[in-house]
């Protein structure tokens, strides 16, 4: 076939199926633009109802590409395709893709447990999948976190399905766990009573329940102490950060120490 006989078969093929492929491609425009708009429209829908954000968009995510599905198939079929082959065709290489991602469709199913058994939501601190961070988005393959130094991690479902997950602010009240060590030479009573006086000093410190200091261990070089305070979760790292401080200085200010591993080291020179 030479090159004016190409060209005039092609020619012939655009006129006879010209008002085909128009069709299809107004089908597949439109119904691109009408499967947005119901998308948006079923969210707007289950926001009124105060479905949680996590589950509106991850619904939104399988409504769009599901119709996404609808539309093509009904553009091949404009243009004169055997739909019924078509799909035994797309079954097919489906089953040979899903053997192929089996990885990715364990990280949907994951996505799945995620939005129905909501061991988080967006804009929960957690820890899970080996990151630690606010939980920005919930998809269909994975999660995304932004952590604490402000880095974007993306995390398949799969992995965090498959390991711990740790709700930090699930709760409204958290304990803060402090250790403080004083020397053998202390008295336990005095410190006892700088921990409750530098707790009394800040209001963010809850009164129920109420906070906990006791002897915690006999340790080899120093008398161990837990301090521990109840606030709020949003409060945690701040009077940690400042318990610590105020009373190290509290303990300097009263003379009491706070032993440090030392070694001693003997020398003996032999006889020459």
């Known amino acids: 076939m030479n090159i004016e006989t190409f060209v005039e078969a092609v020619g012939r093929y655009i006129s006879d199926y010209s008002l085909s492929i128009l069709g299809a491609i107004l089908i597949f425009v439109i119904g691109k633009w009408f499967a947005r708009k119901l998308t948006a429209l079923l969210g707007k829908l289950l926001t009124r109802q105060n479905v949680d954000e ?10 769009y590409y599901a119709l996404i ?15 019924t082959s078509f799909l035994a065709i797309f079954g097919a290489a489906g089953l040979a893709i899903g053997l192929a991602l089996k990885d990715s469709l364990g990280n949907i199913a994951s996505g799945v447990m995620l939005v129905f058994f909501r061991p988080f939501r967006i804009g929960d601190a957690v820890s899970a999948g080996g990151v630690t961070g606010k939980v920005e988005s919930i998809s269909i393959f994975n999660t995304v976190f932004l952590t604490y130094d402000n880095q974007r991690m993306i995390v398949p479902n799969g992995q965090i399905t498959n390991g711990v997950i740790t709700n930090i602010n699930a ?27 530098v707790l009394a000093t800040d209001t963010r410190i809850l ?50 120490i706070i032993p440090f591993p030392q070694r001693d080291v003997h020398l003996h020179q032999g006889e020459k």
């Open 54 to 63: 996590t589950l509106i968009r991850f619904l939104d995510n399988i409504v």
């Open 171 to 197: 709760n409204p009240i958290r304990r803060v766990d402090l250790v403080f060590g004083i020397s053998y030479g202390d008295n336990i009573l005095t410190a006892k009573a700088i921990f409750k006086n």
């Open 207 to 256: 009164e129920d329940p109420a906070p906990q200091i006791v002897v915690s261990e006999l340790a080899d070089s120093s008398v161990n102490l837990f301090v521990r305070p109840w606030v709020k979760t949003e409060d945690y790292w701040d009077v940690r950060y400042y318990m610590i401080e105020k009373i190290k200085l509290a303990l300097d200010e009263a003379g009491i």
């Open 69 to 83: 599905v609808v539309v093509i198939m009904a553009a091949v079929d404009r243009l004169g395709v055997d739909t």
